[in-house]
């Protein structure tokens, strides 16, 4: 499977546990993406690397989140200290600059997190 | 800021029927790109078809045509004879040329299909 892959699928914990979500993305990819998807709701953008680069952030991302891209292939994404707030499925995306449709998002089947 | 309305939550269709999906936007950049992606039950983003802001041609793909009117700002998705298949989420999202980076989606319309 060449696809983006995600796990794990879910995530059940209690609130004030620490969760990691790892996403690898298509391999020649140098684009990848973490949004948040909350029920009834678009995907909202986390942030974003460019290689091993984290370019861009959102407000949305509090300080304990952290997402770190070593070496410019998989992703992880980790939340401490979790919160009711944080149950939501979390995205991963990548693209490759240039694509035919100047860099289409192509994600994977998301981590879908339930806080206690 | 960028910003994407779907007003529809949810459609019915009849199966072979063609049904529209409408999508707003709101953009101040000079030039952006807009994309629809399907997300069935099982979760992943699947991307269907894309519009540039300055491509002269309504985008199709296969069943799929989006009916892009600049002046309106809408881009709504067109599927032609529908399929059981067809049946999910389906959102509409934008990029602009100055936060080429980011993704804007709407927030979706489920559309479901029946037999």
């Known amino acids: 499977d060449t696809g983006v892959s995600q796990n794990p699928r879910h995530k059940i914990t209690k609130r004030g546990q620490n969760v990691t979500f790892r996403c690898d993305p298509i391999s020649e990819h140098n684009r990848l993406y973490w949004y948040r998807q909350t029920l009834g709701q678009g995907p909202e953008f986390l942030t974003y690397?460019?290689?091993?680069?984290?370019?861009?952030k959102s407000r949305l991302l509090s300080d304990r989140f952290s997402a770190e891209r070593p070496k410019g292939s998989f992703s992880t994404l980790e939340i401490q200290r979790t919160e009711q707030g944080d149950s939501a499925m979390y995205l991963c995306a990548s693209s490759l600059y240039g694509g035919r449709y100047t860099g289409e998002l192509f994600f994977g089947e998301g981590s879908r997190l339930t806080v206690l | 800021a960028q910003k994407i309305t779907q007003t529809q939550p949810g459609m019915f269709v009849q199966e072979k029927e063609a049904v529209t999906l409408d999508c707003t936007y709101d953009?101040?950049?000079?030039?952006?790109?807009l994309f629809w992606y399907k997300q069935p039950s099982s979760g992943e983003m699947i991307f269907l078809i894309y519009q540039g802001s300055y491509d002269q041609q309504n985008a199709t793909e296969g069943r799929y045509s989006l009916n892009f009117q600049k002046a309106r700002k809408s881009a709504n998705l067109v599927i032609s004879a529908s399929q059981l298949g067809d049946s999910a989420m389906y959102f509409c999202?934008?990029?602009?040329?100055?936060?080429?980076?980011?993704?804007?989606f709407g927030s979706g319309t489920k559309l479901n299909v029946k037999p």
């Open positions: 690397f460019q290689n091993e680069a984290q370019l861009e």
């Open positions: 953009t101040s950049d000079p030039s952006y790109g």
């Open positions: 999202a934008m990029r602009g040329i100055y936060n080429f980076n980011k993704f804007y």
